[in-house]
């Protein structure tokens, strides 16, 4: 197909291939400008149902007018060929920017939070994308973040257990086995259920615990494995994987990955302005950025030692305030008779000295 050129557009490069079409980068030759071209497969276009459906649901993608979803322009067809054209975007996929131990807590708060208003902005209008996962997410060489493909992406009213949701676009090891984007599937995904737009902040959580810790919280090595991963695990909340980040963040991630739908956030909104507030708290100093500095002391090994202290020194400046006031008007007392509330243990000492 590179060379060609369907209807006014003339196929430069092939970018990408996954299971909703292969997408190749074109030149518009009437408005001179470069376009990303989604050609539909085959069974998809020659299924009239499917394809209808697809169109409808492309034109309300289309409306969705969001710095931070790509825009579709247009669903054309050339003769036989059906295909897509959208903005072109050039940049690198979160996959590929993601470090090995996650983004540093101001740079996760510059990609996270834009990536949540545009979910949020697509389940205002009714569409669950169904595919949120890194690659699926552009940050430009401007450094402004896009969410691309919706392209298993379904009006949220219609019948969503079609093959789609099981398309292949990732593989993990199965003896080479393509299993789609499972490691960023819900629950609810992986077993073949309806899903909604809580799915997507299922897959938002995923997408979340690797941008703060640079791992996915479920892991295996086949399919079956991974399944039973997203289906049964409890994954270390991020905080205990990078003791630098604050408390709250791990339980907003830890929200979005309920195994159960209605337990999970409700909206992606809330999930955006929970990630806004705690960005908020974190650079007014109002919550410290380091999970250390919010464990109580109590709980920190390497703090028991000052409540004992401080209470050794209240009981000892008490035994000398005795003594010095006994010294004057009687004598010393038998260490028996040393009144009762200085004998208590140093914590309540302290506490009541305080």
């Not at 996760?108 to 994308?129: S, W």
């Not at 819900?186 to 938002?204: A, T």
């Not at 302005?273 to 974190?282: D, P, S, T």
Request: net charge negative; hydrophobic share 40%.
């Amino acid at each position: 197909m590179i060379g060609q050129t369907i209807s006014h557009y003339r196929v430069v490069e092939k970018l990408g291939a996954g299971g909703m079409g292969e997408v190749y980068l074109a030149e518009d030759t009437e408005l001179q400008r470069k376009v990303a071209l989604k050609v539909l497969p085959a069974e998809m276009a020659a299924d009239p149902e499917r394809l209808e459906r697809f169109k409808r649901e492309a034109r309300a993608v289309a409306a969705l007018n969001h710095p931070n979803i790509v825009t579709i322009y247009s669903v054309e067809q050339a003769e036989t060929v059906h295909f897509l054209t959208m903005e072109l975007v050039e940049g690198d996929t979160l996959g590929t920017l993601t470090p090995k131990r996650g983004f540093d807590l101001d740079r996760f708060f510059e990609l996270a939070i834009p990536i949540a208003d545009a979910l949020a902005a697509a389940h205002d209008k009714d569409i669950v994308h169904r595919d949120v996962k890194p690659g699926n997410i552009m940050v430009t060489d401007e450094g402004r973040v896009k969410v691309l493909d919706f392209g298993l992406a379904k009006l949220r009213d219609t019948d969503i257990t079609d093959e789609a949701t099981r398309l292949a676009t990732e593989a993990i090891t199965e003896e080479g086995m393509a299993v789609g984007t499972a490691p960023y599937m819900s629950p609810e995904q992986v077993q073949g259920k309806p899903v909604d737009h809580r799915s997507d902040i299922f897959s938002l959580g995923i997408v979340l615990h690797e941008m703060a810790t640079g791992g996915r919280p479920f892991q295996g090595e086949t399919s079956a494995d991974l399944i039973s991963s997203i289906l049964r695990d409890s994954p270390e909340s991020v905080t205990e994987l990078k003791e630098d980040l604050p408390r709250h963040l791990g339980r907003i991630i830890r929200h979005c990955l309920e195994k159960n739908p209605k337990d999970r956030f409700q909206s992606a909104r809330d999930v955006h302005n929970e990630l806004k507030g705690l960005r908020r708290e974190v650079e007014s100093g109002d919550l410290p950025s380091s999970s250390v500095s919010t464990v109580s002391p109590a709980a920190d090994p390497k703090r028991r030692w000052w409540p004992a202290a401080l209470g050794a020194v209240a009981v000892l400046s008490l035994v000398g305030g005795l003594w010095m006031l006994r010294g004057r008007e009687a004598p010393v007392p038998a260490a028996e008779e040393v009144p009762a509330t200085a004998m208590r243990s140093p914590e309540r000492t302290m506490l009541a000295v305080l």
